[in-house]
């Protein structure tokens, strides 16, 4: 029978006796196998190439490439800024300073420099915007419009000029504002206030809109930046000043035809022809604009609009209270009636009568009137085809006579206009309208081509443009009538009325072509453009006078012997004013109505108008000046706007301005 031996679990057999007790048996010492040993020698032979590509690598950057990436180290540290440039100054034709520079402190801000928590780092733009007295909104914009456009690296200004108290209290308290910097900088300074200052316009810093002069001339006015070095940390926080490494250019210097002299003389002119409205009992009369040229070139000497604007509240701190006492916001410009609007330029008005020269010229070319023939001047004129027998009325009840055309100009007289506009009227379709067309190839209905930026063509009236004017769609109850060109339209352009508008501007420049002899010029205010070393930099010069095609001049004497006898004949519209003028002057009154719309009132007013230049009829001298003024609701034209214009040509030819008589005006 077999025994069975009971063992004891996890023991081998070998292990133990019969008793139990373990019986421990020799282990054989550990054996190096070929196999093992070539696994030991290929690790090595691994390591030792790492070490070798390490050291290989090291050698390279240390001996081979050192010096290139110590500079690349040491760009991390500096950053390249730009450093603006002083603007060019703005001076008038006898170089007289309009627009110049001060230097000025502001306050910077580096974006990159901002604390990256998001709560410090508008605790600090508010805290900033609190200290500097801006708007915290602002702030954030500019640093939002720089992240877009990829430039974290230049500061945006926070604060144009900064008062000593202000810079102080930032100096002592620097670390609280990481990415403040205070640095030099240059506003604009206008030496003369208020003088031009639609023309000139101006320069917001902070902004940098521009608009007049300043935005026309920029790419002369900003100069060449500079550049400059700062030290940052891996942050790009500055931790040194600037060190400049490339010197600013300053902006060139842009001489204007402006004379300084004379557009004051214009701005004082244009409120004493608004008080003069206002002492004829005109209430309404709170604005308008004066225009003085060269016809011979078309210089502009003066260029007044009125009322007008400091621009210098646009430099420095600009708020929107600032700017709402200027009227230079939509709410308070309605109320100061548009002081940043450069009426002389922008400024739409029906002529009135100061049109009636064009309409001569234009009756005389086409053979329509002769020159010295007698027509009727009555009080009233009806057309003899209008079945609705609507009276037109003359602006002087009382008068009945005939008049050649020289006398019906200086006298101003309505009905004689009326018959010549429905005689236009009553030409044959294949004739088209030949007063438009004369009256485009004078620069009505159009730009005057200057090189003084955009501004209004106008609005000259034709059958085309009632078709384009009046649809169904724009006009659905009366389309089909109101598309018509009817007798009243011809009419009513034959004394510079109905639909017509025009610019100072284009009625300067029309009555330049009267004075110099029928060559249209083309306005502009650059003279020359010069270096600050004082050398002239190339401009495109703008247009020489050209003839208007097929003007016969034996007909524009004919007008100009009109415009003289305005003046100078005892019933002449502006003899009060210019009768015993120094200086023989010629031009025309006109009084012009148009729907306007003031505070509390809307309804019909007078724009009063004045135009004409001097030496006249002068076989010595050419004429000098153009002068066209218009008062914006200020009733007949001699009482008003021609006493205006005397005081621009007195200054000019450096006499007296003649006391006012009797006043015989439309």
């Not at 008062?163 to 504002?177: K, S």
């Not at 023309?199 to 521009?210: D, E, P």
């Not at 609007?341 to 100061?354: E, I, K, Q, V």
């Amino acid at each position: 029978m077999a025994s069975t031996t009971t063992r004891r679990p996890g023991l081998p057999r070998r292990a133990r006796s019969e008793e139990g007790d373990a019986e421990q048996t020799p282990v054989e010492p550990y054996r190096l196998t070929p196999k093992v040993a070539r696994r030991v020698a290929l690790l090595g032979a691994l390591v030792l190439i790492g070490f070798a590509a390490l050291l290989g690598r090291l050698w390279a950057l240390q001996v081979l490439a050192g010096t290139h990436y110590a500079a690349r180290a040491q760009a991390n540290q500096l950053r390249t800024v730009r450093v603006a440039a002083p603007r060019g100054l703005i001076v008038d034709r006898s170089r007289n300073v309009l627009v110049t520079n001060k230097a000025v402190t502001s306050v910077e801000l580096w974006p990159s420099g901002l604390p990256k928590v998001y709560a410090r780092r508008v605790a600090e733009l508010r805290a900033l915007a609190h200290i500097t007295r801006v708007n915290v909104r602002q702030v954030t914009r500019l640093i939002l419009e720089r992240r877009r456009a990829g430039d974290m690296l230049d500061p945006v200004v926070v604060r144009a000029t900064a008062p000593g108290p202000m810079l102080t209290y930032l100096e002592e308290r620097a670390g609280d504002f990481p990415g403040l910097t205070l640095a030099r900088s240059f506003v604009r300074r206008y030496p003369h206030g208020a003088l031009a200052a639609q023309l000139l316009g101006y320069v917001a810093q902070i902004s940098q809109q521009r608009s007049g002069v300043e935005a026309q001339y920029d790419a002369y006015l900003r100069g060449v930046a500079g550049s400059a070095r700062v030290r940052v940390d891996s942050l790009g926080r500055p931790r040194s000043d600037r060190t400049l490494t490339t010197q600013p250019q300053p902006g060139q210097t842009v001489r204007l035809t402006i004379d300084t002299g004379l557009q004051l003389a214009a701005q004082n002119a244009l409120q004493y022809g608004i008080q003069l409205a206002h002492n004829n009992h005109q209430w309404a009369a709170d604005g308008g604009a004066i225009v003085a040229l060269n016809p011979q070139d078309g210089s502009i000497l003066a260029l007044a609009s009125s009322p007008t604007y400091d621009p210098a509240v646009f430099t420095g701190r600009v708020t929107e209270h600032k700017l709402a006492a200027q009227g230079l916001t939509p709410k308070s410009a309605l109320d100061r009636n548009y002081p940043s609007l450069d009426r002389a330029l922008d400024g739409l008005y029906p002529p009135g009568s100061t049109f009636k020269p064009l309409t001569a010229i234009a009756a005389l070319q086409e053979h329509l009137v002769k020159p010295y023939a007698f027509y009727p001047c009555t009080g009233t004129y009806v057309a003899p085809e209008d079945l609705a027998h609507r009276v037109w009325h003359n602006w002087d009840p009382n008068v009945n006579q005939g008049m050649d055309l020289p006398t019906a100009l200086a006298q101003s007289c309505d009905t004689y206009f009326y018959r010549v506009g429905n005689t236009f009227f009553d030409l044959p379709s294949d004739r088209g309208q030949p007063e438009q067309r004369w009256a485009r190839a004078f620069g009505f209905g159009q730009a005057s081509g200057t090189d003084m930026g955009l501004m209004q063509a106008g609005l000259l009236p034709t059958i085309g443009w009632r078709h384009r004017t009046y649809t169904r769609a724009s006009d659905s109850c009366c389309w089909q009538v109101d598309r018509l060109w009817k007798p009243g339209d011809s009419i009513q352009l034959a004394i510079g009325q109905g639909d017509l508008l025009v610019t100072p501007l284009q009625m300067a420049r029309f009555y330049a072509a009267i004075a110099n002899g029928g060559k249209l010029v083309t306005p502009h205010d650059l003279l020359d453009v010069e270096n600050p070393n004082g050398t002239i930099v190339p401009t495109t010069a703008p247009a020489a006078p050209r003839p208007i095609p097929g003007l016969d001049p034996a007909y524009l004497k004919v007008v100009q012997q009109g415009l003289f006898e305005g003046t100078h004949d005892t019933f002449g519209t502006s003899y009060g004013v210019f009768g015993n003028f120094p200086v023989s002057i010629a031009g025309k009154t006109g009084t012009a109505q148009k729907i306007v719309t003031l505070a509390g009132y809307k309804g019909e007013q007078d724009q009063s108008w004045w135009c004409g230049y001097g030496p006249a009829n002068d076989p010595k001298t050419p004429p000098q000046l153009v002068v066209c003024a218009v008062i914006e609701n200020g009733g007949e034209g001699g009482t008003a706007a021609a006493p205006a214009a005397e005081r621009v040509f007195a200054k000019f030819f450096n006499v007296p301005a003649t006391q006012t008589g009797f006043i015989h005006s439309d």
